[in-house]
């Protein structure tokens, strides 16, 4: 049978694939529009989304909010979700292990959203949808093709908040985003 938000939510909702689940407070589906051409993915949850239930909750979202505010976007235009569902202990980086088995509710969201634009928030993103060896410092804004999406990958926003320095690159980053929504989907500017 075809797949659906519904079922997906569903399947993923009690999930013990790995380690993580034990200390969850709520697991971290994802947020946004469901037929949103452009597809935001972070990290995994820190302590507020963990309490929450909803990504970048935190101070890291609201530097987001505020980012996407900048090219014109908000909640309601994309979806956001993460690489690893639940929070990792004291937000280390998640484990490969850990990744490789939330893998699957990441790759049902992206069949059932099917964006054109796949926006990767920090290095564990990037190594994770475009190259293992994906090196942030150097790639950040780039575009690359993956299976028919244009993808890239900025700068996570916790970084932005702990080094300033970051921010004019990720600037530049982002209107580059912008420019790419325009060529390849303007529709998600057309209506206001
Ligand atoms: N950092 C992430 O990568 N994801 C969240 O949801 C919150 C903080």
């Known amino acids: 049978m075809a797949d659906s938000w519904q079922q997906l939510k569903a399947d993923c909702a009690g999930c013990t694939r790995c380690a993580l689940h034990e200390q969850r407070h709520n697991l971290v589906f994802g947020v ?37 505010e900048m090219i014109d976007l908000d909640r309601t235009k994309v979806y956001i979700a993460n690489i690893v ?47 293992e060896n994906f090196r942030i410092t150097r790639e950040h804004g780039a575009w690359y093709t993956i299976n028919g999406r244009a993808c890239t990958a900025i700068y996570h926003p916790s970084a932005l908040l702990r080094d300033l320095s970051k921010r004019p690159e990720t600037f530049e980053d982002l209107r580059g ?16």
Do not use: T
Request: charged letters at 25%; aromatic letters at 4%.
């Open 177 to 192: 985003i912008r420019q790419q929504i325009r060529a390849i989907c303007p529709e998600v500017y057309a209506n206001g």
């Open 32 to 68: 946004g529009n469901e037929h949103a051409r452009v597809l935001l993915v972070g990290e995994g949850p820190g302590e507020q989304e963990d309490l929450q239930g909803e990504p970048f909750v935190g101070p890291a979202g609201k530097l987001l909010d505020d980012m996407l």
């Open 85 to 131: 569902k639940c929070r990792p202990p004291r937000n280390r980086d998640p484990l490969f292990v850990e990744q490789e088995s939330c893998a699957e509710w990441l790759r049902r969201q992206i069949a059932l959203l099917d964006p054109a634009i796949i926006i990767c928030l920090g290095r564990i993103a990037a190594m994770a949808l475009i190259r």
